[in-house]
């Protein structure tokens, strides 16, 4: 007995050892292992800049670096940014798929949570020979600077010189940093050095250019700025001269830790350099913030330009002629290569990255671009094709770097499209596949149900689901013998078991969705007959390829908003009257009217079909898988999942809809509703029957079952976080990529 127990204490001990140097790897930050160059006084430099090109110190010497890297930004579904909900095991996870992707560099445009700065040091130790090298931003405030159009605005300087020394001291594990209420800014100890990990610094967000305009104006006499490792060149505008002092402020600050990197400010095409003679509107063209009207001194690891460049805004990527004269290596006249060809040969004695570049994977489009290049749109393998082009143009033309928008897909963004239309402090809490914005990632990062159920024309998938997330709808209408209805966050669900098969030559179903009191009991698509209660949406699959969401018209956001409140578009008032008969095509705006004096030229309003609805399967392991697809129909099953926007939700966590009623300002008020009734019906094409709402003449809606939910919040979201297709075509060109076009260094 006490041989037993003696061996038991001495595997308890061993045990307290083991744990104990697991508690203290866990606690000590380990030591970064990176080869550096040393200068004047034992200051240390990993990167640097040579010319046109930034090098980095290997094996004892000075080689050509071409940054591959990605933006990564702070929120998970669920969650806004400001919460800071990533873990260091998302961390972790996230930064191996990264390098896995090809990419050597990942920019990121705040302070973080101290966990960030753990994981990649963590990271790098245990990937010593091949570490992940990070981009640090600076947040410039924004929201003050728009308020007071004056970057010298005392309150507005100390607020970004203080936001810079706590960036260095951050990423140097040096700073405990309080949490400030409502701030949405990180806090903590910061105690993991990840310094000698850090690639580069981009101080700042992309400018207002009116703000920069009055900022000049209002400081017409501010004198040069000279600093202690940056100054202003002469002929620097006032703006850039405030700059100045930003760059060099980070340089001080870094300086005090042994060690430089080379720094950049944030910019993009609207305050960039160059003339765009034929972009319409005069606000994207008014001022330019000019990296050149800048130089290091004494600042060994150098200066470079840093630019947003995205293919389809401002609005002169598709309408100026002047800058469609390059072709592609298809062979295609291209806006975006000639733009990067005269932007990287007006910097031609620095270098210069895109740090931000790419198109989103979604059902909305803001923007629309030259070859298709649309802001949304577009399935995840079109994203990825895209996303890959522009990434070899910009490493053919000589840049420094191509980071791309984005790894993750995040909920909480918002378009300016659809933000009229939603329901701002909620918006992560749902996948909003018309907000383009969140669907930018390689990541993807989608509702709840997509590994369970596959849109594919086959139910079986739906046997899988608890009892308590399914629920069939008692209809009993003729030609649909079973329906069953799910939700998760980003689709309402159907599985549709009809009477016989679909055969589109000569059958259109029907699935008309009440969602409030109002809309159409009558139209052309109910072939003659009346319901009690109207339909707010209709969606019509009449062909083998592709089906279609419309709007009842006295519903229609799209006119109400750009029609009837705002008075752009022309529009016939009995449309908006109830029970109009007219269903409308799904449409997001893709640019106002523009006319003199906010445009150089008249510039016409412009709208898009976003209620198309393609055919095809959402397995991702199938080879004909399609991010988009919508439904599939196979013998006499039918699957669709239904975009909560698109039936007229503008927030399905809270059970919110767009109202009929009109506030009488530009905005929409949203009502609660209990859920939501389907009204299905199919008819015959030869003979224009209709099979189902038999009986009653007006048909009873009213009656019919309605689904419903629950209200969810935060702590309820669940995502299914999965690699999209545009990931495996990044990985291919990374891949390709190691060093930087061979180009004579300009010294």
Avoid: C
Wanted: charged fraction near 25%.
């Amino acid at each position: 007995m006490k041989k037993l127990f003696k061996s038991g204490l001495v595997k308890l001990g061993l045990v307290v050892v083991i744990a104990g140097g697991a508690v203290a790897y866990w606690l000590m930050p380990p030591v970064a292992k990176v080869e550096s160059a040393e200068i004047d006084n034992g200051v240390k430099v990993k990167f640097k800049t040579n010319g046109t090109r930034i090098e980095q110190f290997q094996n004892q010497s000075w080689k050509p670096y071409f940054a591959k890297g990605v933006n990564m930004g702070a929120a998970v579904p669920g969650h806004f940014p400001g919460e800071l909900e990533i873990s260091k095991d998302d961390y972790m996870r996230w930064f191996e798929m990264v390098q896995e992707m090809g990419a050597n560099v990942i920019r990121v445009y705040t302070i973080l949570k101290p966990e960030f700065y753990e994981a990649l040091v963590r990271y790098n130790a245990k990937h010593s020979d091949n570490p992940l090298f990070f981009i640090q931003g600076v947040w410039s405030p924004e929201e003050q600077l728009i308020e007071v159009q004056n970057a010298f605005d005392p309150k507005v300087k100390q607020k970004f010189e203080k936001e810079i020394r706590e960036a260095v001291e951050a990423v140097y594990g040096n700073i405990d940093l309080e949490a400030e209420a409502h701030s949405g800014k990180a806090s903590g100890k910061y105690v993991f050095n990840a310094g000698p990990y850090l690639m580069s610094w981009i101080v700042g967000t992309e400018w207002d250019p009116v703000m920069v305009d009055r900022t000049n104006k209002s400081n017409a006499d501010v004198a040069d700025y000279k600093g202690e490792h940056f100054q202003s060149k002469p002929g620097a505008n006032p703006f850039e001269k405030w700059l100045a002092e930003m760059v060099d402020i980070t340089a001080v600050t870094e300086a005090e830790h042994g060690w430089q990197h080379p720094i950049a400010f944030s910019n993009w095409v609207t305050t960039d350099p160059l003339e765009h003679p034929g972009e319409p509107l005069v606000a994207e063209d008014m001022v330019s913030v000019d990296p050149t009207h800048i130089a290091a001194v004494d600042w060994d690891a150098g200066y470079f330009a840093s630019y947003h460049v995205y293919p389809y805004y401002p609005d002169f990527f598709t309408f100026d002629q002047s800058f469609q004269t390059m072709k592609n290596d298809k062979g295609e006249i291209d806006s975006y290569k000639t733009y990067l060809h005269k932007l990287k040969k007006y910097h031609n004695d620095m270098p210069i990255m895109i740090t931000e570049f790419g198109v989103p994977a979604s059902q909305g489009i803001a923007h629309t671009g030259m070859l298709g290049r649309n802001q949304g749109g577009h399935d995840d393998k079109t994203q990825g094709n895209m996303d890959a082009d522009m990434f070899r143009q910009i490493h053919q033309e000589g840049y420094s770097g191509a980071i791309l928008f984005t790894w993750q897909d995040e909920w909480f963004k918002k378009t300016w499209n659809t933000m009229h239309y939603d329901i701002p402090d909620r918006r992560a809490y749902w996948y909003n596949t018309l907000t383009n914005e969140s669907h930018f990632g390689v990541l993807g990062m989608y509702p709840s149900k997509d590994d369970v159920i596959r849109i594919d024309g086959d139910a079986s998938d739906w046997d899988k689901l608890d009892d308590g997330d399914k629920t069939k709808l008692d209809l009993q209408i003729e030609g649909f013998n079973e329906i069953w209805a799910a939700h998760d966050e980003g689709y309402l669900y159907l599985s549709i078991n009809l009477s016989e098969s679909l055969e589109f030559s000569n059958h259109s179903i029907y699935l008309g969705f009440d969602t409030l009191k109002g809309g159409n009991r009558h139209a052309p698509q109910l072939q003659g007959k009346t319901l009690d209660e109207g339909l707010e949406t209709l969606i019509e699959l009449d062909n083998e390829d592709a089906g279609q969401m419309m709007i009842a018209s006295n519903y229609d956001f799209h006119t109400r908003f750009y029609g009837k409140l705002s008075k752009i578009l022309a529009y016939d008032p009995q449309e908006l009257e109830d029970d109009s008969g007219i269903f409308n095509p799904w449409k997001l705006v893709v640019n106002y009217l523009l006319e003199h004096p906010d445009a150089r030229v008249d510039h016409p309003f412009g709208d898009i079909r976003v209620g198309d609805l393609p055919r095809g399967t959402s397995d991702p392991q199938d080879p004909n898988y399609n991010s988009k697809a919508i439904w599939q129909a196979k013998g006499n099953v039918l699957e669709i999942r239904i975009p909560w926007m698109l039936l007229g939700f503008s927030d399905p966590s809270s059970l919110s809809a767009i109202s009929y009623e009109d506030t009488g300002t530009k905005e929409f008020e949203s009502v609660k509703v209990e859920g939501v009734r389907l009204v299905p019906w199919i008819v015959r094409k030869d003979s224009k029957e209709v099979v189902g709402l038999e009986g009653n003449n007006p048909y009873p809606v009213s009656q019919l079952p309605l689904y419903t939910w629950k209200r969810w919040e935060d702590i309820d979201v669940d995502y299914v976080e999965r690699p999209k297709q545009s990931y495996d075509i990044m990985q291919k060109a990374m891949r390709e990529v190691n060093q930087p076009v061979n180009q004579p260094i300009s010294e």
